[in-house]
């Protein structure tokens, strides 16, 4: 053994795959989830489920609501809790060297224990009566905008993007007379849209089939070049193409990067414990997928088949027990 307890051997010479874990020491652990009912609570149930079962037998793991931003990367930091789910994973970058919301309370020591994909986009769009195609049109028009987004509060990492991209695109909506719907969850948001209290939106969970539902109706409008470009030089942020036909009727567009549920740590995480929460993720994966296929991948919050080697490529550095996971995969 090594001497946190980790397999000295980092794999099964019978399979060709990473050892198994087995940690005889009963553990007791906090791990933050979303609101309580969306996908990084799912994540957790999973990861909690498969790693008590290769703990010791008074195990506890216990999953708090979070919000799944920049709250989440605090926990950690914190040590209110030993594992964090936030999205997207590129957001989590800034705590690093303290950018952004993370300014006055930067996280150096935070580390990953591994990616769940999902393939999402912060998108923009506004309601064809306003015949408005491009942001350039948008500032020239200066329409009074019923625009729906999540909260801008700091946490929030929806309500962040939105007031940042808007604001370097040169859009004013509360100064040209409109109105900001803002709320929490996408869902809110959505229905502001499809009953008709909002005439725009700035959202992500492009996956979700409110999006196909509104899409006839409204005009998504690529981000421009310089906007894109000042994200990522400033926060890490970065951008993404929405494919041909996603939304009825559009051609592929950039906008804002949104992808991607990190699971996040602290340095000090004992090693075989990050380990094995890494080899759960990459070796269990199938539990997690059984309950997202009843979907398209490309219309699924988690996006599946899951590989094991890309699940460790993290935008912030793996904990040593992770990285043993990953390094110990097989290669193609």
Known sequence: MSPMGGPTSPSDVSTGRPAEPKIE?????????????????????????????????????ATWNSRGFSDAVWAVGRGEV??????PTAFATAALDGRGVYADESVPELRALGVVPQRDRLVVAVHKD?????????????PALRLATSVHDGVNHVGLAAHELLTRAGVDVVGWGGQLLEDERPFESLDHVTQGRANAIVHEAIMLPAWQQLGPDFHFLEVEDDV???????FGWPSAVVDDGYFPGRAAFRTLDF???????????????????????????????????????????????????????????????AARYYDALPTV
Not at 36 to 46: M, P
Not at 130 to 142: D, N, S, V, W
Not at 228 to 234: A, G, K, N, Q, V
Not at 286 to 302: N, T
């Open 130 to 142: 306003l015949g408005i195609t491009t942001f350039a049109e948008l500032r020239q028009r200066k």
């Open 228 to 234: 894109l470009d000042s994200l990522r030089e400033d």
């Open 25 to 61: 020491r009963s553990l007791t652990l906090h791990l933050r989830g979303d609101w309580g009912s969306a996908n990084l609570h799912r994540i957790c149930g999973w990861i909690a489920q498969e790693l008590a079962d290769r703990c010791g037998p008074d195990t506890r793991i």
């Open 259 to 321: 992808s991607d549920f990190l699971v996040c740590t602290r340095a000090d995480l004992p090693e075989d414990v990050a380990y094995a929460i890494a080899w759960v993720l990459g070796e269990t994966r199938h539990i997690i997928e059984g309950q997202y296929r009843h979907l398209a991948p490309e219309r699924s919050p988690v996006t599946y088949p899951l590989d094991p080697a890309t699940m460790g490529r993290a935008p912030i550095p793996l904990h040593p027990g």
């Open 82 to 87: 030993q594992v964090a789910l936030t999205t």
